[in-house]
C-alpha cells in the first residue's frame, strides 16, 4: 500500500523526488501518513495522531507542538545545518549593510542622469561613506549550525568575534578555531560588542533572552542582529534602547507591528534560509530522514524521540514507541516468546518521557502478526505499534 505524504509550505522538487511514485503519494489524501514542512504554524494546523511523523526542512521546531507529537508517538524531524550557510551568508551582508548605506546609495545613483552623471555621482558618493566591519568587535549568541560559521566567516573578514553558547556539543566545539574565545557569561560577552548576533532556537528559556537589561550592558553605538526567532528578543526593550539612543540599530528577520516603520529597525521577511540551495538541501534531507523512518523505522536528526539505527535485515521488524518506564522491555518480549516468536535482534533507547524499542524477527504469518500488534497495543503504556517487512 502506498504512504501518502502531505506537504506545507514551498518545498523543493528536488525533496519531493526522493520519494519513488510506486511507494508513495504527495498531497492526495487528507489522512496522510507523514508531513513535510517548513514554517507552517503545527499549533494552529490539525493533524491527527494518525501522522506518524512530521519532518521540518529547516532547523527552528518552535512552529510544532513537541509535547503533543511526542505523546501521540508521532516523531519529529529536523535537517541540522541544512541552512546554515545561507544563514551565515546573510548574517555577513547585513553585518556590512548595517553600517555602509549600500542601498541607500544605490537607489541614489538611480536618480541620478543627464550628461555629467560622472561627475554628481563622484560628488555625492560622499554622502554615502561607512564603516568597517574588519576590527570591530562582534559577539555571537549560540555556536550551533548557524553561530559557528558565522564566527569563522567573521574572523576570516578580520573581526574580532567572542563566542557564548554554555551548552555547545562538541561536534560544534572542534569545528570552531581555537582562535575564537568563549564568554563565560552573557554578562561578560554585552559589553564588548560593537555587533551581537544570536543563533539559538526559540524555547521557553530563551524567549526575552535579550530585554532592557541586557541592553543596557552594551554599547549604545553596538548592531543588534537577530535572525533567530521572533520572542527571543523583547522587541518593546529594543524600541526604548533605539528611541533612548542606548542602541544603534536593530537588524531582524522577523517583522511584527511593533518594529515595523521603525527609522533604526532593519527588517528581511525571513529570508535566513531562502536561498536554492539550502531549499534543497532541506528538503533531500527531509525526504531522506522520513523515507528512513517509514522504511525501516529508524531514527536520525529527531528532536522529540532517541535516535536509533539498526540494520534492517530480519525479514519482519517490530517498532514500539511507548512511555518510558521499567520493565516495558520485559512485557513486550514475554508477549512474543508467548506467541513462539524468536527474536534476531533488538534495541531499546529512550529519550525523556518516551522510549523506542525494535525488534527483528523472522517471517511471521499475516494473522499471527495482527494478533500480536493488538497483544502488544494492550499494554497500556505503549502508544504505537508497527510491522515492517522487508
Ligand atoms: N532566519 C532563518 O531563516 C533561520 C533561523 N534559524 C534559527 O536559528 C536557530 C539556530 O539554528 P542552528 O544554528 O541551525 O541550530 P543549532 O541547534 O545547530 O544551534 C543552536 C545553538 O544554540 C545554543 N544555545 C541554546 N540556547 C542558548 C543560550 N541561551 N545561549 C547560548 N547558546 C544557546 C545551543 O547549544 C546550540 O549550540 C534555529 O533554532 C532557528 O530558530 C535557523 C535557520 C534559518
Ligand atoms: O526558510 C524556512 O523554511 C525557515 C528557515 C528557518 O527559520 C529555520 O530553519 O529554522
Not at 175 to 200: F, G, M, V, W
Amino acid at each position: 500500500m502506498k504512504q501518502d505524504i502531505k506537504t506545507y509550505n514551498v518545498i523543493a522538487e528536488e525533496g519531493l523526488a526522493l520519494f519513488p511514485k510506486d511507494q508513495y503519494r504527495i498531497n492526495q489524501s487528507d489522512k496522510p501518513t507523514a508531513l513535510l514542512i517548513r514554517s507552517q504554524d503545527m499549533h494552529k494546523t490539525y493533524f491527527g495522531p494518525n501522522v506518524l511523523a512530521i519532518a521540518r526542512a529547516g532547523a527552528g521546531v518552535n512552529n510544532i507542538p513537541l509535547v503533543q507529537a511526542t505523546s501521540n508517538g508521532t516523531v519529529v524531524f529536523n535537517t541540522p545545518g541544512s541552512n546554515a550557510n545561507a544563514v551565515k551568508e546573510l548574517i555577513i551582508t547585513m553585518l556590512i549593510l548595517a553600517n555602509r548605506p549600500v542601498i541607500k546609495s544605490i537607489d541614489w545613483a538611480k536618480k541620478v542622469v543627464g550628461a555629467d552623471v560622472s561627475l554628481q555621482t563622484e560628488e555625492g558618493k560622499n554622502h554615502f561613506a561607512g564603516t568597517e566591519i574588519a576590527g570591530k568587535t562582534l559577539g555571537v549568541i549560540g555556536l550551533g549550525s548557524v553561530g559557528s560559521r558565522v564566527a569563522q566567516a567573521a574572523g576570516a573578514l578580520g573581526m574580532k568575534v567572542i563566542g557564548y553558547d554554555p551548552y555547545i556539543s562538541v561536534e560544534h566545539a572542534w569545528q570552531l578555531s581555537n582562535q575564537i574565545p568563549r564568554a563565560e557569561k552573557l554578562s561578560d560577552l554585552l559589553p564588548q560588542c560593537d555587533y551581537l548576533t544570536i543563533h539559538i532556537p526559540y524555547t521557553e528559556k530563551n524567549k526575552n533572552l535579550i530585554t532592557a537589561e541586557q541592553l543596557k550592558q552594551m554599547k549604545s553605538s553596538a548592531v543588534l542582529l537577530n535572525y533567530s526567532r521572533w520572542g527571543i528578543v523583547n522587541e518593546k526593550a529594543v524600541v526604548a534602547a533605539l528611541d533612548n539612543g542606548e542602541l544603534q540599530k536593530y537588524v531582524t528577520d522577523f517583522s511584527s507591528n511593533t518594529i515595523i516603520g521603525h527609522p533604526k529597525i532593519v527588517i528581511t521577511p525571513h529570508i535566513g534560509g531562502t536561498t536554492n540551495e539550502a531549499e534543497v538541501n532541506g528538503a533531500k534531507m527531509a525526504a531522506r530522514t522520513l523515507r528512513k523512518y517509514l522504511e525501516t523505522g529508524n531514527i536520525i536528526n529527531s528532536v522529540n524521540f532517541p535516535t536509533i539505527e539498526m540494520p534492517f535485515e530480519a525479514p519482519v521488524r517490530l517498532t514500539l514507541i511507548h512511555q518510558n518506564v521499567p520493565n516495558m522491555v520485559g512485557r513486550i518480549t514475554t508477549i512474543l516468546a508467548d506467541e513462539e516468536i524468536n527474536i534476531d535482534n533488538m534495541i531499546n533507547r529512550s529519550r525523556d518521557t518516551i522510549a523506542y524499542t525494535v525488534i527483528d524477527t523472522g517471517m511471521i504469518a499475516e494473522s499471527l502478526l495482527k494478533k500480536i500488534k493488538a497483544r502488544l497495543l494492550q499494554i497500556p503504556e505503549v502508544i504505537r505499534v508497527r510491522a515492517l517487512e522487508k
